[in-house]
């Protein structure tokens, strides 16, 4: 997994590569919510994740409801096939605002 983050005046702008799986989800999880306690709006550019499983979709979802306590925005932007049809297997499309 490889993570390209920007901030820019406090919309960070996270890229994602590779996958999302059990095996990431740890420095997935440091990632995501490290750049969301510095800025107000976090986007997540899914386009180039190959592959996510239950654990990537924890993450997500966590960073989501984390995004949602502190009052900031928190976008997903160009999932793929792969992170589509998890969503639509957990019916969370809606919840990501897909």
Do not use: W
């Not at 800025?39 to 180039?48: A, K």
């Not at 989501?64 to 999932?79: H, L, M, T, W, Y």
């Amino acid at each position: 997994m490889n993570i390209n983050a920007q901030n820019n005046n406090g919309l960070c702008r996270l890229k994602i590569e590779d996958e999302m799986t059990i095996s990431t989800a740890a420095g997935l999880k440091k990632a995501l919510l490290d750049n969301l306690a510095g800025c107000r709006e976090l986007e997540i550019d899914l386009s180039h994740v190959n592959e996510m499983d239950t654990a990537g979709f924890q993450v997500l979802y966590l960073a989501r409801r984390e995004a949602d306590i502190s009052g900031k925005a928190f976008r997903i932007v160009s999932p793929g096939p792969k992170i589509l049809s998890v969503l639509q297997l957990y019916n969370m499309k809606g919840f990501f605002g897909i």
